[in-house]
Nanobody
Framework: QVQLVESGGGLVQAGGSLRLSCTASGRIINIPTMGWYRQAPGKQRELVATSTSGGSTNYADSVKGRFTISRDNAKNTVYLQMNSLKPEDTAVYYC?????????WGQGTQVTVSS
């Protein structure tokens, strides 16, 4: 069974930084795509960033230049470095992987940015 465990959320002032981590456990290898999504209160879940095993990355326009996604394939871990945080970045952040036709989600980690 595949499980995703996230860490690194918290409360930070505007302009600050946080780093999220997500590790996939279970009998899983060669994950094609790992990514992060977020959901703010009253809003739909939205893509933040994705990373492929081939090294390609994709970002939402709202986070380009501020967030960086990276991964350690040997550890089945994906990271999200978030800099210059804004109050509008406040949301629950979810890790996601697609693997062998299935979608897997983490439990979510709260990120709160105060103004």
């Amino acid at each position: 069974q595949v499980q995703l465990v996230e860490s690194g959320g918290g409360l930070v002032q505007a302009g600050g930084s946080l780093r999220l981590s997500c590790t996939a456990s279970g009998r899983i290898i060669n994950i094609p795509t790992m990514g992060w999504y977020r959901q703010a209160p009253g809003k739909q879940r939205e893509l933040v960033a994705t990373s492929t095993s081939g090294g390609s990355t994709n970002y939402a326009d709202s986070v380009k230049g501020r967030f960086t996604i990276s991964r350690d394939n040997a550890k089945n871990t994906v990271y999200l470095q978030m800099n210059s945080l804004k109050p509008e970045d406040t949301a629950v952040y979810y890790c996601h992987i697609g693997w062998r036709g299935y979608d897997y989600w983490g439990q979510g980690t709260q990120v709160t940015v105060s103004s």
